[in-house]
């Protein structure tokens, strides 16, 4: 219920797929995602970490497997992740000692990010294929 004499014209049904936002909400957004993206990796890399300690069977056991094409393509994703999450924790680290605070200075940061990032998987890719 409104206030009388409230002139809050504000939408009631807000559709969000039809905002546009901020390349820095982009590079914001997508750094929670990767990070929450790393939290749950971090169990397949327990595992992994458990099998190669295990024994020197299961040692070379996972060596094998993490050869296959399918395993190279998830570590790739896992190094893209983790690069972009490293690469937009050190922008944040920027943005913290006042480099970049401003709009346009925060959407450059994320610019660079985003080039920094894609760079970083195709490096990622080389180094595994």
Known sequence: MKPRGSKDNRPVNLDISTIKLPVTAYASISHRVTGVLLFVSSVLLVWALDASLASEESFNQLGTLLSSTGAKA???AFLVIFSYHALAGIRHLIMDMGIGED???GALGA???F???ALAAVAWGIVLW
Do not use: D, E, N
């Open 74 to 76: 998830a570590l790739w």
């Open 103 to 105: 709009f346009k200075g």
């Open 111 to 113: 610019r660079i990010l």
């Open 115 to 117: 080039v920094a990032s």
